[in-house]
């Protein structure tokens, strides 16, 4: 049991270097001299915020202009005007004509990622099992690592508003809309949107960040339990 509890804090600390280490190219760290930060207080000015660096992990959308890549927009539509010609959208490998199918292709890009990223995968040649960034030895660690972030994610739910009415049933909110003819808008969190894509893409992600907090936070009391298990 200490074994088990002593490999869990380390895999746990392992995952979440990993996790955070990624870095999105023209959105890079904050600069020299911002403060730091943990989960419970995160922010956009704080120095190695680990959701901000999560998510720099994430499948993004990119814009292509006569070869050149970026991942604002409005800086693209103004080269493509200025060029004489048009923009691309990029997800991946993958390059599209247009922005609806770079989106679904976004959709599905990003809720593979996170459920790859909250699901264990034993390779069949090392014997290791990978678990949200981590490749571990121990299968038993994996799945308790893998329960954290899998429960955090649980906790993440979609809500529908139309109008001033809100419910958690899409049917029911399609005949509010219906009824009323407001617009139906796709609720996660703090984010709506009435494109049903784009809620796909919200409530992915927000389960992403609802597992890295979990497993942030899981990391110390894993350690405190194995030191003390171990002394």
Avoid at 138 to 144: E, F, I, M, N, P
Avoid at 158 to 176: D, F, I, N, Q, R
């Amino acid at each position: 049991m200490k074994k088990y509890r002593s490999a869990f804090a380390m895999a746990i600390l392992v995952c979440f270097v990993g996790t955070v280490s990624a870095n999105c190219g023209s959105c890079g760290d904050k600069a020299a001299g911002a403060k730091q930060c943990s989960t419970e207080q995160c922010n956009d000015d704080c120095d190695g915020c680990p959701i901000s660096k999560a998510m720099a992990a994430l499948p993004k959308l990119t814009y292509t202009v006569g070869g050149k890549v970026g991942c604002c927009e409005e800086s693209a539509k103004a080269m493509a005007t200025a060029a004489g010609t048009h923009m691309h959208f990029v997800v991946g490998d993958k390059e599209f004509d247009g922005k609806n199918d770079a989106l679904v292709a976004l959709a599905d890009a990003t809720e593979k990622f996170v459920n790859d990223f909250s699901t264990p995968h034993e390779c069949s040649v090392s014997g290791k099992t990978s678990i949200a960034g981590a490749s571990l030895s121990c299968s038993v660690t994996a799945a308790k690592m893998a329960k954290v972030a899998q429960t955090a994610m649980k906790q993440v739910s979609m809500t529908y508003k139309v109008g001033e009415e809100s419910c958690h049933c899409p049917v029911e909110a399609g005949k509010l809309a219906k009824k009323s003819g407001e617009k139906q808008q796709f609720v996660v969190g703090k984010a709506a949107t009435c494109c049903p894509v784009e809620a796909r893409i919200n409530l992915a992600k927000a389960k992403y960040v609802a597992a890295v907090e979990a497993l942030a936070k899981a990391q110390p009391k894993a350690e405190k339990a194995s030191a003390s298990n171990d002394s």
